[in-house]
């Protein structure tokens, strides 16, 4: 079936210093991927989103590239600044089916120390 | 414009009591979506309306668990005889149709449910 792994956290870094968050995935078809952010004490929030292979999603200066070959969606940022500080949760969907439910990863907690 | 709204923000309740778990999704989104967060098992997709169509309950965690969508807007989740292990935020989200350029997910605040 479907799946996500993404790395476990926490993951604990200083203001300015660069993020990479991995993501792998196992699915059937070809699936649209996406990393999802929750702040402290908010809803889920999509942050950016890639449909189909070698397209790269950005947002608010992150970005993930959709790499078929190593079924991967990393997240990346160059500079992480203490508002970063939050969950990150990679996820597919897999349009092909009969459905378009999210499949998640367990999340990644960031806290980012000024 | 209003996001998915949902309610009650906070449940606590007694194990072995009912619970009703409200959504509102964002008017006009056809397909609506069933979620649980908890510490042990992250996010967790329960089910699942698209229109009229029949939803797809294949998440549902046991036959405790229901939910309708009235109308094609509203939809309510139902915990019956309720456990501790029930303890979690329901998410409740709302999309355009799942196979359109447009897909995007939009997610409520959720219902954090504490059985006691």
């Known amino acids: 079936g479907n799946s996500v792994t993404q790395m476990e956290g926490p993951v604990t870094l200083s203001e300015e210093a660069f993020l990479t968050i991995n993501c792998t995935y196992t699915?059937?078809?070809?699936?649209?991927l996406f990393w999802y952010v929750q702040y402290p004490g908010e809803g889920l929030q999509l942050l950016l989103k890639a449909t189909k292979a070698d397209d790269k999603g950005s947002n608010k200066g992150f970005e993930a590239t959709y790499r078929k070959e190593t079924t991967s969606f990393h997240l990346e940022k160059g500079s992480v600044q203490v508002s970063d500080s939050a969950v990150y949760f990679c996820?597919?969907?897999?349009?092909?089916?009969?459905?378009?439910?999210?499949?998640f990863g367990k999340g990644t907690k960031l806290s980012v120390k000024p | 414009g209003a996001g998915v709204s949902q309610s009650p923000s906070n449940k606590v309740t007694e194990k072995g009591k009912d619970v009703e778990l409200r959504c509102d999704p964002i008017s006009g989104h056809t397909a609506l979506y069933w979620y649980r967060q908890s510490l042990g098992q992250g996010l967790e997709f329960l089910i699942y309306?698209?229109?009229?169509?029949?939803?797809?309950k294949s998440g549902l965690p046991s036959d405790r668990f229901s939910a309708e969508r009235t109308g094609g807007s509203v939809s309510t989740l139902t915990i019956q005889r309720t456990q501790q292990e029930d303890s979690a935020v329901y998410l409740c989200?709302?999309?355009?149709?799942?196979?359109?350029?447009?897909?995007?997910?939009?997610f409520g605040p959720g219902t954090r449910l504490t059985v006691t």
């Open positions: 699915a059937t078809g070809y699936p649209s």
């Open positions: 996820a597919l969907s897999d349009l092909g089916g009969s459905q378009g439910n999210l499949i």
């Open positions: 309306f698209q229109g009229n169509s029949a939803p797809d």
């Open positions: 989200a709302s999309s355009l149709d799942p196979g359109g350029p447009a897909y995007e997910q939009y």
